[in-house]
């Protein structure tokens, strides 16, 4: 099981990523290089050395280690992937492996309940998208270039609690028959809602706004498509795997012994 498991993810993960990847390329990234032409028109350099004098004063000390720590990873090298071949080949292989690492969590949750249709998988799809992009787009919606922002680590630490929260919570609000627990989980999908994302001291960006509110939609249904894709094809390919006759079971009879 352990094997068909990995094999069906593999798969899944590498079909998945190829496809998101393009449609990436023709949905999403026209909108985040035209904003990259905008980030770079805009300097604000007055407004954001406030901006940061503030966020200094407000920084913890987990905030300033992980300053301190990406600042000596990333001393050493500048190096960013040209434009072209180069950008959308890093951005396939990273698609892959996310995609890959996603589908093992739907994949090992689909065989827990032996013989699951596609169309069971599409339900563990939608709650994989629930939890990691449809609840925490509540409270911070997918940026493009030159978007002002909270500090990183506090939008971190929320978009953690939130894909923890919601994913408990939707567990016991489909899996658990008692009110009470169903209840427990509804609160637990409301809670990182009530507590409140980070946000910035002042919303907006260099791009149009007409430009941020296509991404966040075009980037929706680029998510849904790969959460659907994750579930159906993980639930299909982990179906037909586990149909198949084991070979290390079927053995050769062993003579008779005199």
Not at 74 to 94: F, I, Y
Not at 95 to 120: D, M
Not at 168 to 182: D, E, F, H, S, T
């Amino acid at each position: 099981m352990f094997r068909n498991i990995v094999f069906a993810s593999c798969l899944v993960g590498l079909l998945a990523g190829v496809v998101i990847t393009g449609l990436q390329l023709f949905v999403t990234v026209p909108i985040i290089l035209e904003a990259e032409t905008y980030e770079g028109e805009h300097s604000h350099e007055g407004e954001a050395s406030e901006g940061e004098q503030e966020t200094a004063k407000s920084t913890s000390f987990f905030s300033a280690l992980y300053r301190s720590l990406y600042s000596f990873q990333h001393a050493e090298s500048d190096w960013e992937p040209e434009e072209g071949m180069q950008r959308n080949g890093m951005t396939l292989v990273a698609n892959i492996l996310i995609a890959i690492a996603f589908s093992l969590l739907l994949v090992a949750a689909v065989s827990l309940r032996p013989g699951a249709r596609w169309t069971e998988g599409l339900l563990w799809g939608l709650g994989g998208y629930a939890t990691f992009y449809a609840l925490p787009t509540l409270g911070l919606p997918p940026e493009i270039p030159g978007t002002f922002a909270a500090d990183l680590v506090p939008r971190q630490g929320w978009w953690l609690l939130t894909v923890i929260c919601s994913g408990v919570g939707l567990v016991l609000i489909a899996l658990q028959r008692q009110w009470a627990w169903k209840i427990t989980g509804a609160l637990l999908v409301v809670a990182p809602h009530v507590v409140g994302a980070p946000q910035p001291e002042v919303h907006g960006g260099t791009a149009p706004a007409e430009l941020a509110d296509s991404f966040i939609w075009r980037a929706a249904i680029i998510n849904a498509v790969f959460w659907l894709l994750l579930g159906g094809m993980g639930a299909w390919i982990l179906n037909k795997l586990d149909r198949r006759p084991d070979p290390s079971e079927t053995s050769m009879p062993s003579p008779a012994t005199h």
